[in-house]
T-cell receptor
Framework: GENVEQHPSTLSVQEGDSAVIKCTYS??????FPWYKQELGKGPQLIID?????GEKKDQRIAVTLNKTAKHFSLHITETQPEDSAVYFC??????????????FGKGTKLSVKP | DGGITQSPKYLFRKEGQNVTLSCEQN?????MYWYRQDPGQGLRLIYY???????QKGDIAEGYSVSREKKESFPLTVTSAQKNPTAFYLC??????????????FGPGTRLTVT
């Protein structure tokens, strides 16, 4: 089955710097790659996602890149702010859910942005 | 407000007791999911349902049961057979158009403590 590895487990940056979180996956059938942000005591919030028919997607300060050949995808946050501090999860799954598979999550990266 | 609600936010139970966690959504989503989150871990799928009166086991279904009598509701029962029930439980929902995987949106979670 699918396995998702996420690195680093913790990341500390200065306000204004960039942060990069990387994930690798094992199942070549995976085609959907969402990223979630989870603040303490709350449920995860979808912040960006990408499907395998594109290599990069941007939304203001957040971008995700996908390399299907190498089976890895990354989250890039530019001009980090203290409110970006949270745990970030990547996930991978097929375009078709249900009986054909579901999302597999990485173990998370705790991002700390220091003012 | 549209969204997913989970109740209660905190739940305490004695070992050996069954307990039911509530999940309601008013997003008109077809699919609903239950995940378990342990400290430093990713999210692990317990059960999911794509349609009323139908549900499927996820990766860690042992010791749990669910029902889907209404589209809006997907309660999870943690039974006394679950060996290590203390965890943070998250409910999610998504649209399902044909079999295409759409974004999962999460509720705020229920923290269950069993002593």
């Amino acid at each position: 089955g699918e396995n998702v590895e996420q690195h680093p487990s913790t990341l500390s940056v200065q306000e204004g710097d960039s942060a990069v979180i990387k994930c690798t996956y094992s199942d070549s059938a995976s085609n959907y790659f969402p990223w979630y942000k989870q603040e303490l005591g709350k449920g995860p919030q979808l912040i960006i996602d990408i499907r395998s028919n594109v290599g990069e997607k941007k939304d203001q300060r957040i971008a995700v890149t996908l390399n299907k050949t190498a089976k890895h995808f990354s989250l890039h946050i530019t001009e980090t702010q203290p409110e970006d501090s949270a745990v970030y999860f990547c996930a991978a799954g097929p375009n078709y859910g249900g009986s054909q598979g579901n999302l597999i999550f990485g173990k998370g990266t705790k991002l700390s942005v220091k003012p | 407000d549209g969204g997913i609600t989970q109740s209660p936010k905190y739940l305490f139970r004695k070992e050996g007791q069954n307990v039911t966690l509530s999940c309601e959504q008013n997003l008109n989503h077809d699919a609903m999911y239950w995940y378990r989150q342990d400290p430093g871990q990713g999210l692990r799928l317990i059960y999911y349902s794509q349609i009323v009166n139908d549900f499927q086991k996820g990766d860690i279904a042992e010791g749990y049961s669910v029902s889907r009598e209404k589209k809006e509701s997907f309660p999870l029962t943690v039974t006394s057979a679950q060996k290590n029930p203390t965890a943070f439980y998250l409910c999610a929902s998504s649209m399902l158009f044909g079999h295409t995987f759409y974004e999962q949106y999460f509720g705020p979670g229920t923290r269950l403590t069993v002593t």
